[in-house]
C-alpha cells in the first residue's frame, strides 16, 4: 500500500514538477520578447550570434543535406522504376525536402550542433557569475545575452533549412541524373510542375520557423536555468538535445497534421 | 543629498533562505571615502551582506541603504540607474569569456553611454594603464593569469568611475605578490576616484594592512568592528580565534555529528 502511495506521490511530484518548469519557461519565454527590442536595434549583437549559430553550422548542415539526397535518390529510384515512373524521381526528392527532412532534419542537425552550444555557453556564464557581474554592471543579461541568442537562432534556422533541401535536392540530381541516367529534363520539368510554392516551400518554411522558436527557446532556456556547476551545465546541454529533438518531432507530426491533408 | 556621512546603511538587516537564517540584525553603516572590510568564517554571511547592499537579494526584514536610498524598495530602472554608480569584482573576475580585456573594460562605456570611440578608446587604455595591464589589451581572458584577470576586472568594475565599490574576496587564489598588487590597487583606486570600498575577505593579513575599519561577522551577525588595531587587540573570542588562525574555539573544528562511538558501532557487550 504505502509503495503504491510512493509511487503515485512520486508521479504526481514528477507531473506537476514538469508543469512548474513550462510555465517558468513560458515566462521566460515572454520575458525574452519584451526584452528583443535593444538587440533588434543593435542588430550587430543577433549578426554576431548568427555567425555561431547559422554560418559555424553550415558545414554540417550542408553536407548531410547532400547525403540525404543522395540516398533519397538511390532508395527513390530503387522504388519508382517498378512502376515504371522513374522520370518522377526528381518530383519525390523535393517533394521530400521541401516538405519533410529539410525542416526535420536540419532542426535536428541544429539542436545539437548550435542548441548544445548556446546552452553551455550561456550556462557556463552564469557558473562563471558573468550574468550576476553584467547585472550589477547594470545591463540585463536577458537583453543582452538571451535575446540575441534567441533571434539568431529563429533567423537561422530555417536558412539552414532551405539550404538543407536544396543541397539535398542537388545530391537527388547527382545520384539520379547523373550516375544512374534519369533523363535530366523529366528530373527538372516534373519537380517544378508538382512543387507548389504556397503547398510545400512555405509550409515547409513555417515548419522550420516554428522548429527554430522551438530549439533555441529550450536552449536559452535550459542554459539560464542551468544549475551552476560542471554537473549542472552538462546536464542542461544533454536536456537541450533530448528536449528539443523530441519537440521537432512531436511538432512535425501536428503541423503536418494541418498541413497536408490530401486535399 | 542624505545628512548622514554614511554612504551604506544596513540597518537592523535579516536574511534567510526558506528557514535557513543567513543574517540575523546586522546593524553597520560604512563612510564615504573609506575602505572597510567586512570579515568572518566562510559561510557567515558576508557575501550574502554584499549581494543585498547590492539590491541582487532583498532582505527579509530591515532596510539597506545605499546614498540615502532604500535599495530593496527600488524599481528595476531605478536599481538600474543606482548600479551604475556602484561597481563590483567577483570573486574570479567574471569577465567576459567571449570579448578581450579592451572590449571588457569599454563593455559598460559602450553600453551606458554615448561616447565615441576615440575617447572610449583613450578612457579603456588609461584604466587598463592605472592595473598596469595597458600592453595586455588585445589578449582574450583564457590567456590571462588568475591575478591579471583580477586586474583587468577591477579595471572593468572602475570604468565609470563608480562611488561604491564592492570587491567580493578579491584576494582568494592569488599568489602573494599578485595579491599585494590587488591590494594596493584597491587603495590607490579608492582615493583617486574618492570612491568608498568594501571588501568582503577571509585574508587577515593582507585587509588589515589595507583598510580604514573592520566589521566581524560571525553566524550571520557582526561581533565585533574598529580600525585593524582594535580588531588585533580584540578579546571577543570568534574575531580572536579568526585573527590569529587557531583551529578551535568558538567555530568548532568538527561538524555538528551524531555520538562519536555510536557511529562507529560500538555497543556494550563488545
Redesign the interface.
Known sequence: MTALIDFLENLGGRATGSVHRLGFASRFLLLTLRNSGMCLRRFSLVAREIYFAGVLSLIIILVSGLFVGMVLGLQGYDTLVRYGSSSALGVLVALSLVRELGPVVAGLLFASRAGSAITA?IG??KA???L?????????PIA?VIAPRFWAGVISMPLLAAMFSAMGVFGGYLVGVQLIGVDEGSFWSQMQAAVDFQEDILNGVIKSVVFGVAVTWIAVFEGYDAPPTAEGVSGATTRTVVTSSLSILALDFMLTAFMFRGA | MPATDNLVEVENVNFAYDSRHILKGVNLGIRRGQVVAIMGPSGCGKTTLLRLI?G?LRPTQGEVRVNGEAVAKLGHDEL??L??K???L???G?????LSCYDNVA??MR??TDMPEELIDDLVLMKLQAVGLRGAHRLMPSELSGGMARRVALARTTALDPMLIMYDEPFAGLDPVSMGVIGHLIRRLNDSLGATSIIVTHDVAEALGLVDHVFFMSEGAIVTQGTPDELRASDKPPAHQFVYGETDGPMPFHYPADDYARDLHATEGR
Open positions: 555557453e557556463l556564464m562563471t557569475e558573468q550576476a557581474a553584467m547585472e550589477m554592471m547594470a545591463v540585463d543582452r | 547590492g541582487a538600474f540607474a548600479r551604475r556602484m561597481g563590483m567577483f570573486q574570479f567574471a569577465l567576459f569569456t567571449d563593455f559598460q553600453e551606458h
